[in-house]
């Protein structure tokens, strides 16, 4: 954008990569806008930990085109970033598994519970933090949280395989059952199914027995010390970073090693592991979170040897299935629960009980802190956040941006967002009528589209600008219709003369979507939506969907598909 004296202006470089993917769908556009919603965005703190395929990174420090997962497991990409905001109210919410969180008020979570209407624990909403907040007070008579807020866990993460200088099993086992100090393993002769399994894995290995009864072996691995003081190991049992980054089946044998060794099974197919190292404690976590498993920290307690107290020892419980096994010592492996439905992929959040769950247990209002929100590219709109892969919602432009966009250029163009309640619909408007009344750089830019003092200019007649019956920038010929209005399309049909643009934006909810009566009358109300798409002033009619994917029968993937079919070089999911 440049002024009247060609100097350039620039703005945000979220909603600049927003118009151009915008850009795609609009005929004959000269320029394009870019605007700063300052009260648009999904934001956590800047200093929560992003995975990425290099490793773990500062929210702060994440840029356009790093690449980091979604709840799926897969990679995307990083396309827009936003400035850091420092005055949005925040929230801390904590997580079973032991993470915590710091995030904006208008930040999303994908969640289930008692109180927002899931039911059967496979309906999910969509939920800002504040809204969490305010369901969380609700305690029962034994304190516990009445509103059973949850959140499931994510796919394995998919990543590479990698060259590593020790096999994973082996040195998980080895961080296990190791003496620290050599290349050596002490364990029972009733599980020598693990000294057969390193074997073939290319090592020679000596067997001798560790004591007169025959129950413990001690196995000398050769060259295995070696390996580990060339690794940072020897004397200094952690697991290196490059493991944590290798592929998910290196990853689950490393875990698998762990598991065999200091990992016990119950008879209810409960897996727990034990062990006096803090490091690989969080270690466990950390590799069973990657893999789709709900794991956290469940106490510590003292270390005993023949009645003396040696130190701490720290106790880790994993929620998992024997199809995604953390072990691979069979009687260990045959006391984990078969599933009783097939887990799936991250799908559209209709999701079985088999996927493990972790509880949202405490909720607080927090300081103020520096935030900032990204968009990733992958039709889920999430990404994974906290070094225990916390699944969580990212910024949503597109309806912003979309509007401001068209309705700049197009000043007696008209335009309407639908969503699937009026509330909605109106909160999408409030953001566009807060930036038009208060972006003293818009109104240098657009001074012959946008009032210095809308409120004043209604008084004339000239100017329409309320939530309720729209908001009209100044034009050249009068037009009944406003440039910006709002509609709520699931009570009462939809209404108006007829838009250049519509905005589907929250176009179905978690009312909706378990429901297949709701479904039809949301599919009924959505086409009499799209019959208002008759443009007057636009050269055709341009029709925006953004939503969370919460059923594969729902508004979002049905018109996505529809689009596909018809050309599928330009249709494609814009995650919001």
């Not at 004959?28 to 990425?52: P, W």
């Not at 001798?208 to 009864?213: A, F, L, M």
């Amino acid at each position: 954008l440049r002024s009247e004296t060609q100097q350039p202006f620039f703005f945000h470089q979220l909603y600049l990569d927003m118009c151009k993917l915008n850009q795609r769908y609009i005929d004959n556009f000269e320029s394009s806008f870019d605007g700063s919603a300052r009260r648009q965005g999904k934001d956590i703190c800047v200093d929560t930990s992003i995975l990425t395929n290099a490793g773990f990174k500062r929210m702060g420090d994440v840029v356009v085109g790093d690449v980091v997962y979604g709840p799926d497991g897969r990679e995307t990409k990083v396309v827009a970033v936003s400035e850091v905001f420092r005055d949005h109210d925040c929230y801390e919410i904590f997580f079973s598994n032991g993470e915590s969180v710091v995030a904006g008020a208008d930040h999303e979570w994908v969640v289930g519970g008692k109180l927002i209407g899931a039911r059967g624990g496979w309906q999910c909403a969509l939920k800002t933090s504040s809204e969490l907040y305010s369901l969380f007070p609700l305690k029962r008579k034994d304190s516990k949280n009445e509103a059973g807020l949850y959140i499931y866990a994510a796919d394995p993460i998919e990543m590479q395989r990698r060259d590593l200088p020790i096999d994973p099993y082996l040195l998980g086992v080895w961080l296990g059952d190791g003496t620290s100090a050599e290349g050596v393993i002490t364990n029972s002769c009733t599980d020598d199914q693990i000294i057969r399994e390193i074997e073939p894995r290319g090592y020679e290995v000596n067997r001798r027995n560790y004591d007169s009864r025959g129950i413990v072996n001690t196995v000398t691995v050769y060259g295995l010390r070696v390996m580990l003081r060339s690794v940072g190991v020897l004397n200094n049992k952690s697991i290196p970073e490059e493991y944590f980054l290798a592929s998910e089946d290196q990853r689950r044998d490393l875990l698998m090693g762990l598991m065999d060794t200091d990992g016990y099974c119950d008879t209810r197919g409960h897996a727990y592991f034990y062990n006096t190292n803090r490091s690989l404690v969080e270690g466990v976590i950390r590799l069973a979170s990657s893999l789709g498993m709900k794991a956290f920290s469940l106490n510590e307690k003292n270390a005993k040897l023949h009645g003396r107290i040696m130190g701490s020892v720290y106790s880790v419980y994993i929620a998992t299935k024997r199809e995604n096994p953390c072990f691979k010592l069979d009687r260990k492996l045959s006391r984990l629960n078969l599933s009783e439905k097939s887990l799936g992929v991250y799908p559209s959040f209709i999701v079985t009980s088999e996927r493990p769950r972790i509880q949202i247990v405490d909720i607080k209002k927090v300081p103020t802190v520096p935030t900032k929100c990204i968009q990733v590219d992958n039709k889920y709109g999430m990404y994974l956040c906290g070094t225990r892969l916390i699944p969580t919602h990212n910024s949503t432009i597109r309806t912003f941006a979309g509007c401001m966009q068209i309705g700049l250029k197009y000043p007696e163009s008209s335009q309407c967002i639908f969503s699937v309640e009026r509330k909605l619909a109106r909160k999408h408007l409030r953001v566009i009528k807060e930036e038009l009344e208060t972006n003293k750089l818009l109104k240098a830019l657009f001074s012959d589209r946008l009032w210095d003092d809308p409120i004043e200019a209604t008084k004339t007649g000239e100017c329409v600008w309320s939530l309720e019956d729209g908001l009209r920038l100044r034009r050249d010929r009068v037009r009944n219709t406003q440039t910006f209005e709002q509609q709520g399309y699931m009570r009462g049909a939809p209404t108006g003369a007829g838009y250049d643009a519509i905005h589907f934006d929250d176009a179905e909810n978690e009312s909706v979507v378990g429901s297949s009566d709701l479904l039809d009358t949301l599919h009924d109300s959505f086409a009499s939506a799209i019959n208002l798409a008759t443009p007057a002033v636009l050269p055709r009619p341009i029709i925006f969907v953004t939503n969370t994917l919460y059923h594969s029968k729902g508004i979002a993937n049905m018109y996505y598909q529809k689009c596909l079919s018809k050309d599928p070089t330009t249709a494609r999911i814009i995650p919001g």
